[in-house]
T-cell receptor
Framework: SQQGEEDPQALSIQEGENATMNCSYK?????LQWYRQNSGRGLVHLIL?????REKHSGRLRVTLDTSKKSSSLLITASRAADTASYFC????????????FGKGTMLLVSP | DVKVTQSSRYLVKRTGEKVFLECVQD?????MFWYRQDPGLGLRLIYF???????EKGDIPEGYSVSREKKERFSLILESASTNQTSMYLC????????????FGPGTRLLVL
């Protein structure tokens, strides 16, 4: 079953606007990761936030984690056309091998 | 930079053929993974390997097998390809540490006719 679920499924904005994507998960985690996938390509890791962190920044990316609500958000500020991609959250599985479970993703379209 | 390569970007095979998808990573990572990605279903884990000659089933192993004879190479095998295995296949690798990220290859888009 899916651990992380992104919301919205799709988001369309203009260049320069901010984009916010949310991820909800079901069980306790020790970290949460966000990945980006350009059309027809592999996933690229963006940022990892640990369970004892509430907020983390990387360039124009801001990630928050609320463990009490079991949710995370990814904010992309001052978006660019090149940010057009699908964004996935990923959480560790509760197994001995620590594999990841990925959500179904949010498809972001940034128009010039 | 970590590099994960996959043998083909696009592949067209016929039903019943045996298909090999190869993945190679150059960072001496212990863990390697095979996923398939389908619209509306996201990424689903097929198999993973945490060491040479070791393998574990993921969520959807039926119809697939894997081979890891060398640390850098992880192969996904479709013993007898079927049309429902038409998909995007993604390979990933990761160091042993629990909280490390996964590094993905560019993907292989497989069409089974």
């Amino acid at each position: 079953s899916q651990q992380g679920e992104e919301d919205p499924q799709a988001l369309s904005i203009q260049e320069g606007e901010n984009a916010t994507m949310n991820c909800s998960y079901k069980t306790s985690i020790n970290n949460l990761q966000w990945y980006r996938q350009n059309s027809g390509r592999g996933l690229v890791h963006l940022i990892l936030i640990r369970s004892n962190e509430r907020e983390k920044h990387s360039g124009r990316l801001r990630v928050t984690l609320d463990t009490s609500k079991k949710s995370s958000s990814l904010l992309i500020t001052a978006s660019r056309a090149a940010d057009t991609a699908s964004y996935f959250c990923a959480t560790p599985r509760n197994s001995g091998y620590s594999t990841l479970t990925f959500g179904k993703g949010t498809m972001l379209l940034v128009s010039p | 930079d970590v590099k994960v390569t996959q043998s083909s970007r696009y592949l067209v095979k016929r039903t019943g053929e045996k298909v090999f998808l190869e993945c190679v990573q150059d960072m001496d990572h212990e863990n390697m993974f095979w996923y398939r990605q389908d619209p509306g279903l996201g990424l689903r884990l097929i198999y993973f390997s945490y060491d040479v000659k070791m393998k574990e089933k993921g969520d959807i192993p039926e119809g697939y097998s894997v081979s890891r004879e060398k640390k850098e190479r992880f192969s996904l095998i479709l013993e007898s390809a079927s049309t429902n295995q038409t998909s995007m296949y993604l390979c990933a690798s990761r160091p042993k540490l629990v909280q490390e990220t996964q590094y993905f290859g560019p993907g292989t888009r497989l069409l089974v006719l």
